[in-house]
């Protein structure tokens, strides 16, 4: 196998464009998780199901309003909104009675909804397969040296620095984000100095489920929205948060970075074997810094 | 704790299923297979095949007098659980012979067991070779095709074209990896000029094709078998579709074809796929088929897929093999099987007394939009006749024989 010959084809740039987009999901899902996990201190083993649920709203939303852009548009809206709501439910109604208890309890909870939240998506949505085109702007593919490069993943490649703008913006420039980053280093120092820490946990959540939700429905168009899917992204999402640092949001990006190109590049050089990359590459983060790439917050 | 859960579990899935009358009365068919989850997509297709040629044959008088009567359980696409199941089947509801699964590893299980028990057991969708292959044995029939198989008839097929550089790409499980083996390893006998000019493998489950499509193209096949099966077909051809990976290079997977890769994807399916299928609602156009298709669309309200005719086809060949044995026995039902041919929606089929596999043709056609229907449908459909993609039986017997 000729790898550097590979490595500087002219599918280089293509692949690393794909990895980038690839990247994009990774990050949403992962900045949530992430969050939840800084703040409140939960890993929140639901979160894949959330994004599930995210996709699984973005099919009846495009479904209800007929396909098209603007269909598109709104369960990008909708979906999100919705998975937050079911957020807003899960930790007032549950998990903010466990904080003060071990942290055994609130992941065995969470562990405990993944499997609710998967039947329940299987008693509203059936077993079946759903699946949404992309929408009519974004179909067809851009071409780089004569590798089609998809529209809907360039959207994607938009829709990343956005997120993360908007993240940082939340979490350093708002009142809010501010409460948050110092709950998460001293829940009770906040609490003593006269903040309701509970709706601080609270908005965190919302806005944690919210990115597993966005995940969810900016995928829904590339997949096939199916039971199950929650599986294969929470292995991923917890590995990138880890390799990270635990509850470092730019942890995360870098995390789903390594992830998304690793990936991506493994292929171009061994596509036998591609997809081992990603995980070669957490062995090699973890051995090198075992507590994470960023400083951790826990 | 675990045998109580059990015990529910076993009074749970028998509420609301016929089949309880007096053993003896009845013949009383066991069904194993995965009636929760994604599998349902086939596995609902085989028991409402079944269903509808048992009630037909029970309207009819039944078989010696007796009514075909089934219990169904779930095996969760768990061998673990689908052995416990078909072991309860036997022993607790007395079942005359087993029918079942969709999992290839639940099957082999299953017809270790049947051949220790001495039960007939009907295999319906799993494609693993071995099952009537070199795991064949006196107890067990396959109904459907399976990846060696599919694997010749693909290889024929594309041995008439002139494809030299060929790509394998797949999910990197058994089922893929045998496929590609199977066409792969066939094209090149018959036709030694191809050659294969790399491979990739993703895992099952995987979500963005992407970046495996772009690193296929750089390097410049003629043709890409992807070996895909599951939730991978229409993932992938979705990602093919909006890459345009159908319009730069042409691509086979089995059952890419079939209504139930085809019909999800509405109108945005890939055109020019190519595929194998055993069954297609609109071909061959023939008298039978079209009976065939009426009646079950009236019944369920929805096109049948291959699913609907190997469900059919088992009920028809459990009626035929115990009105020829003429009595309820598991010895005498193997030996009236075995040879036996039975018309079909699409033509006869025989059960080769060899290997106990059936002999169905297999479609291979290429996808193309459709006038008449809103998904896309097979065209420049060839029929590849069960006898001419079928080991022979010296091969069987060798197979067996290691």
Redesign the interface.
């Known amino acids: 196998m000729d790898f550097a010959a590979n490595l500087f084809?002219?599918?280089t740039l293509?692949?690393i464009l794909?990895?980038l987009?690839?990247t994009t999901?990774l990050f949403i899902v992962s900045s949530g998780m992430s969050l939840i996990l800084g703040v409140l201190r939960i890993p929140n083993v639901a979160h894949g199901s959330l994004y599930m649920i995210g996709a699984f709203a973005a099919w009846t939303v495009i479904r209800f309003l007929g396909g098209g852009l603007f269909a598109f548009l709104a369960a990008m809206i909708v979906a999100p909104l919705l998975v937050a709501a079911i957020g807003f439910a899960l930790e007032r109604g549950f998990f903010s009675y466990l904080y003060e208890r071990e942290h055994l309890m609130l992941l065995l909870l969470t562990f405990a909804f993944m499997l609710i939240l998967g039947d329940l998506v299987?008693i509203v949505w059936g077993?079946?397969?759903?699946?949404v085109?992309?929408p009519p702007f974004f179909?067809?593919?851009a071409e780089i040296f004569?590798?089609?490069?998809?529209w809907?993943?360039l959207f994607l490649l938009l829709v990343g620095p956005c997120i993360a703008v908007f993240l940082w913006l939340v979490i350093n420039r708002t009142n809010l984000g501010k409460i948050a980053r110092a709950a998460a280093v001293d829940g009770e120092m906040v609490g003593a100095v006269g903040i309701n820490v509970g709706w601080i946990f609270a908005f965190t959540f919302v806005l944690g489920s919210f990115l597993a939700g966005l995940g969810g429905a900016l995928?829904a168009?590339?997949?096939?929205i199916?039971?199950?899917?929650d599986?294969?992204l929470i292995m991923e999402t917890f590995l990138i948060v880890i390799i990270g640092g635990l509850g470092n949001m730019w942890g995360a990006l870098l995390g789903s970075l390594i992830f998304g190109l690793t990936?991506?590049l493994g292929?171009?050089v061994w596509?036998?074997?591609?997809?081992a990359f990603p995980y070669l590459a957490a062995v090699a983060v973890l051995v090198v810094r075992p507590r994470g790439l960023l400083s951790s917050t826990w | 704790m675990r045998i109580v859960l059990l015990f529910l579990a076993v009074i749970l899935s028998t509420f609301g299923m016929p089949g309880s009358g007096v053993a003896g009365d009845t013949v009383k068919v066991g069904f194993v297979d995965t009636y929760t989850g994604p599998a349902t997509t086939f596995t609902n297709d085989v028991l409402d095949g079944f269903k509808m040629a048992a009630e037909k044959i029970n309207a009819k008088g039944g078989v010696l007098g007796k009514k075909i009567t089934y219990v169904t359980r779930d095996d969760k696409f768990k061998p673990d659980i689908g052995l416990t199941m078909a072991r309860e089947l036997i022993l607790n509801e007395n079942v005359d012979l087993l029918v079942g699964t969709i999992n290839s590893a639940t099957a082999l299980a299953i017809s270790d067991l049947c051949r220790k028990e001495k039960v007939p057991f009907i295999v319906t969708f799993s494609k693993s070779d071995k099952i009537t292959g070199e795991k064949g044995h006196r107890y067990v029939f396959g109904m459907n095709e399976n990846t060696e198989m599919a694997g010749r008839a693909t290889a024929k097929a594309l041995a008439k074209m002139n494809f030299v550089k060929y790509w394998i790409a797949g999910d990197d499980y058994e089922y893929g990896h045998a496929i590609a083996n199977g066409v792969f390893n066939h094209l090149k006998t018959l036709n030694p000029k191809v050659r294969l000019l790399g491979q990739s493998w993703w895992k099952v489950g995987e979500t963005d094709f992407t970046p495996y499509i772009t690193r296929i193209l750089a390097a410049k096949p003629d043709f890409v078998i992807v070996a895909t099966g599951g939730g991978g077909m229409v993932n992938f051809q979705k990602a093919a579709q909006s890459t345009g990976f159908n319009r730069k290079v042409p691509f086979y997977q089995h059952t890419a074809i079939e209504l139930s890769t085809l019909m999800p994807q509405g109108p945005n399916a890939p055109e020019g796929v190519y595929g194998t299928a055993n069954y297609l609602f609109y071909y061959p156009d023939t008298k039978e088929n079209k009976a065939f298709v009426d009646e079950f669309r009236k019944t369920y309200n929805r096109y049948p897929k291959s699913g609907a005719l190997y469900g059919y086809m088992t009920a028809q060949f459990i009626a035929g093999s115990f009105e020829k044995a003429g009595k309820i026995d598991r010895e005498k039902f193997i030996d009236a099987m075995e040879g036996m041919t039975l018309p079909s929606p699409v033509g006869n089929m025989e059960m080769r007394a060899c290997d106990h596999q059936v002999t169905l043709p297999m479609f291979f056609g290429v996808t193309k939009k459709s006038p008449k229907y809103d998904f896309l449908v097979a065209s420049d459909v060839v029929s590849v006749p069960g006898m001419d993609y079928m080991p022979s039986c010296a091969e069987i017997a060798k197979a067996r024989a290691k």
């Open positions: 084809s002219t599918g293509s692949q794909v990895g987009s690839r999901i299987k077993p079946e397969y759903r699946s085109t992309v179909q067809g593919s004569g590798l089609p490069l998809p809907y993943n995928i168009p590339m997949v096939n199916s039971l199950g899917m599986h294969s990936q991506s292929i171009l596509p036998q074997f591609g997809i």
